[in-house]
């Protein structure tokens, strides 16, 4: 019922920045958190960073200090500003709310870190 649409995505040189956004189709009255996945080929899904309901945030230790949550409840959006891009950070990146009995997916967005 609700949909997830990641957007932002892309090829980057080391060193660069990217910005992708999560837009829903409707609000999302209830939820426990919103949060960016990533897996890259061969690898199992991890954790990214996410942003609570109450403000507070956490971040796999391999993205601390270079990416940034964020949301905007007012656009039904959620955001991750990232900086200093390497080459492992290269991933399909996955928007992901926490709701009451379950969660909700976006389908993906491409994020290729390469010279």
């Known amino acids: 019922q609700v949909q997830l649409v990641e957007s932002g995505g892309g090829l980057v040189q080391p060193g660069g920045s990217l910005r992708l956004s999560c837009a829903a189709s409707r609000t999302i009255f209830r939820f426990n958190a919103m949060g960016w996945y990533r897996q890259a080929p061969g690898k199992q899904r991890e954790l990214v960073a996410r942003i609570a309901n109450g403000g507070s945030t956490k971040y796999a230790d391999s993205v601390k200090g270079r990416f940034s949550i964020s949301r905007d409840n007012a656009k039904n959006t959620v955001y991750l500003q990232m900086n200093s891009l390497k080459p492992e950070d290269t991933a399909v990146y996955y928007c992901?709310?926490?709701?009451?009995?379950?969660?909700?997916w976006g389908q993906g967005t491409q994020v290729t870190v390469s010279s």
């Open positions: 992901n709310v926490e709701v009451i009995g379950g969660a909700y």
